[in-house]
């Protein structure tokens, strides 16, 4: 198996050769394994289990050493012991034990262990999205079936995987035999420490025979996980903590993994440093880099990170010097692994993870990275890129689909193996949003209604208005996703309708009612106090007056673009504190108008703001939150010719940019 500082936990890479003598007492095995030489441990371990001995602690220490090599079949055999004799475990043995089973296909026995883990610890991630998304494999067998895999033909006996693309060029991370007199083995696996090598991509998809890279690179220690800019001089690999000659080691006297960078002078990688954010208290590892060269993506376990390993990301000056890393943050990392960064040409992330719901060990997820450099949903490959195994380092050609990707799944050559594949459908899924808008009482067709689709973070929306036949239609909606259509027409109530858009390619109709304004009888009618320059004059005032005309309050409380009231505009709203405070029957239907620059959905939103926040002031003002409605009409309502394209001055434009306080009830 892989590396697994590398691939796994990336923690604890030391610098050791194998020994030959085993004595198999249980004081040599643990000896074995407190010094991560887990292979050993093992051979150790099983000797003493397969003569009847039983120990919990022996257990968990078995299950440990095959669960760190990523072979969770075996483990699974010693987590089985384990919780036979004791099912109270620490809650992270509840997590093991869950992944271990998913390998064996035992989904359902997982999920058990899986809501006990959760119920242990109900803040972990990990627990919560299992809670949250009991039928995930639902979920990934609709993203199942869109690519084509084969052997990448440049598999040995040993761990391959962690592939790049470097010209017509793959290069990628092998331990298999160097060939060398005397062979140097890393304990964790008791495979020979890893290099790099290259082989020739074919134009039919093949891969041509592998070769050592530059001996500049490859040292007697590990090598990993390169990536190279566009312009193929700047190469990001990683590497044990070991530069000319001298390796570092952490307090406890171990060395772990940095990140380094070559640069390509006259066809050679020289200059090999390491980046200033490395240390020797904590691994770097896996670099990736976004489409413009200028961020890296890696995974850590450096202060700050949230799991076991996380992903961060840093900042590449044009002088070649780094900012500070940041951490992704909880929207991608848990408190599992998240290892093996990709970033792909349509600006997406791939990356490996073991802490959400999954095959089994670890799973490839994607998100869209958005313009504000949020993330979008996170989505399961599916089958066949995800098994029941480890599965991870996916990289993807965004032009023509093709890509690599590395895993331990059964029938393979080594302990990992590469896979190459084709994507034949991307993971988009997106539904047709189409209905009519009717009358609610006579079923007359209703054109002309403004229609605004709402994601669940209000942030997001679409505007379109029903034709002559009452139809509209809201396209590429995505999938799976909860929206709200708002609707609007003067002579018809506002309206909100929710609607969860279903999975499954297609069309999703939605039929909308509307019901009538009722305009209400004329109760009663009251004299108001308004106050000029030179006298004090009494108005009436009734069901659906404009408070603010009647007390010749100014229109616009918000600097453009803005839904913080102004405080030079408070004195004028005080005005309408007073009338609601001297009538307490006195009802209002705040009312917020934008003009028509800026788009049609961003003027909703903003108005649907600016309404909010000044009923969110008359309330702080002493006025009870139920005689008070807060609507936004954007520039539905406008009150002048001043609409999208029209040239108008900015006296017209303000003019459209209004509140008012429309009394519903006195």
């Not at 060029?169 to 964790?188: E, H, I, Y």
């Not at 848990?334 to 719901?357: C, H, K, M, Q, V």
């Not at 002309?448 to 929306?461: G, H, M, P």
Request: proline share 3%.
């Amino acid at each position: 198996m892989v590396i697994k500082n590398l691939k796994y936990t990336v923690l604890f890479l030391l610098f050791c050769l194998n020994t030959s003598a085993q004595t198999h007492t249980i004081d040599d095995a643990n000896n074995k394994y407190e010094n991560f030489a887990y292979v050993d441990a093992i051979k150790a371990y099983e000797v003493i289990a397969n003569k009847g001995y039983k120990d919990e602690k022996m257990f968990q220490r078995l299950g440990n050493s095959y669960y760190f090599n990523g072979e969770l079949l075996n483990a699974l055999k010693w987590y089985d012991e384990l919780f036979a004799m004791n099912e109270q475990q620490e809650p992270e043995y509840l997590y093991r034990y869950s992944q271990c089973l998913k390998s064996a296909g035992n989904y359902t026995k997982s999920d058990v262990i899986l809501e006990k883990f959760n119920r242990k610890l109900k803040t972990d991630k990990r627990g919560v999205l299992f809670e949250n998304n009991k039928n995930y494999l639902e979920e990934i067998k609709f993203n199942s079936g869109r690519y084509e895999i084969a052997d990448a033909g440049i598999n040995s006996n040993y761990s391959d995987y962690g592939s790049t693309i470097l010209g017509n060029r793959l290069v990628f991370t092998s331990a298999r035999d160097t060939g060398t007199v005397v062979k140097k083995n890393f304990k964790w696996t008791n495979e020979s420490f890893t290099n790099l090598y290259t082989a020739e991509l074919m134009s039919d998809g093949s891969v041509g025979i592998p070769q050592r890279f530059q001996k500049k690179i490859n040292t007697k220690f590990n090598e990993s996980t390169p990536i190279f800019t566009k312009d193929g001089r700047t190469m990001y690999f990683t590497r044990n903590n070991f530069l000319y000659g001298k390796r570092g080691r952490n307090e406890k006297k171990i060395t772990l993994l940095k990140l380094y960078r070559a640069s390509l002078i006259e066809g050679e990688w020289s200059n090999i440093e390491e980046l200033p954010f490395n240390s020797n208290q904590y691994s770097t590892a896996h670099p990736a880099l976004s489409s413009d060269d200028k961020t890296m993506y890696f995974a850590s376990d450096m202060p700050g990170t949230l799991g076991q390993s996380d992903l961060f990301k840093v900042r590449i000056n044009d002088d070649g010097t780094f900012g500070k890393p940041e951490n992704l943050g909880s929207t991608i990392n848990t408190e599992g692994r998240e290892t093996f960064p990709f970033i792909s040409g349509d600006n997406e992330l791939y990356f490996a993870s073991d802490g959400r719901p999954g095959l089994g060990g670890l799973d490839v997820f994607v998100s869209k990275i958005n313009k504000d450099n949020s993330y979008d949903e996170i989505q399961n490959l599916g089958e066949p890129i995800n098994s029941k195994q480890d599965d991870f380092a996916f990289i993807i050609n965004s032009k023509n689909r093709n890509g690599f990707f590395s895993s331990n799944r059964e029938n393979g050559h080594g302990f990992d193996d590469i896979y190459r594949f084709t994507e034949t459908r991307k993971l988009i899924c997106e539904q047709e949003l189409t209905g009519t808008v009717t009358d609610a009482d006579t079923n007359e067709i209703l054109s002309n209604v403004t229609l605004i689709l709402f994601d669940e973070t209000r942030q997001n929306s679409v505007q379109v208005v029903s034709d002559k036949k009452g139809n509209y239609v809201f396209p590429n909606v995505k999938c799976g996703k909860k929206y709200a259509i708002k609707t609007s027409r003067n002579d018809y109530e506002i309206k909100e309708i929710p609607v969860t858009i279903k999975k499954g390619s297609g069309k999703m109709t939605l039929l909308i009612s509307l019901e009538k304004k009722v305009i209400p009888l004329l109760a009663k009618t009251i004299m108001i106090k308004t106050v000029s320059v030179k006298s004090v004059i009494m108005k009436p005032i009734t069901v659906g007056t404009d408070l603010a005309k009647t007390l010749h309050i100014p229109m616009n409380f918000f600097d453009l673009g803005k839904a913080t009231i102004r405080k030079s505009s408070e004195p004028q709203l005080q005005k309408i504190v007073d009338v609601l405070k001297q009538y307490p029957t006195l009802n209002l239907d705040i009312r917020s108008h934008t003009d028509s620059r800026q788009s049609a959905s961003n003027n909703m939103i903003l108005s649907e703001k600016r309404a909010q926040s000044t009923k969110n002031w008359l309330i702080n003002k002493g006025i009870d939150a139920s005689r008070l409605a807060a609507k936004g009409f954007g520039e539905t309502q406008l009150v002048n010719k001043c609409a999208d394209g029209v040239k108008c001055t900015e006296t017209q434009h303000q003019q459209n940019r209004r509140s008012e306080f429309i009394i519903t009830y006195l």
